[in-house]
């Protein structure tokens, strides 16, 4: 091996070295990166949340066809992501409370809903939000708790 390429692999140890002591970890304290358990965490409730669509699905039949729900997440999406000044959260609520009548109508709302970004005067805010997320943050308590209680009346078990 030549003096030049055991400089450039030093180089490269180096720069290894310097990632995995420094750079990754100051990147986790800085929450710009998962830890290992953020990511186990993560992996739990994803595993959750298809537990509950699966068990939703085999439970109860939805009141309409899938192809129904994809429209409904995008409706609801679009009513929601301007942050606070743009939202049509009356119009988002009655969605919620006309469209959804058991956990299979909700299971199937979150699943095609999948992650969305919110945003601010058109600039992106925060990470992409599933359904619970983005009604939960938009939507006012005395409106979450109007919507839970339907949703107990049809005995869900799913909540905002």
Known sequence: ????TKSLLLYAGGATALYFLVIQPLLQKLGLQATKEEKQQAETIEAGKKEFIEKALQKNKPTRPNSYFVLLADQLYEFLKY??????????????YQYIHNDADIALLYKYFGKRQEYAFGVPIGKPKNLSEF??????????DYLNNRYIK??????F
């Open 154 to 159: 049809n005995k869900m078990i799913f909540r």
């Open 1 to 4: 091996m030549d003096k030049e």
């Open 83 to 96: 942050s606070a000044i743009d939202d049509k959260k009356q119009k988002a609520l009655e969605l919620l």
């Open 135 to 144: 009604v939960s943050t938009n939507l006012d308590k005395s409106s979450l």
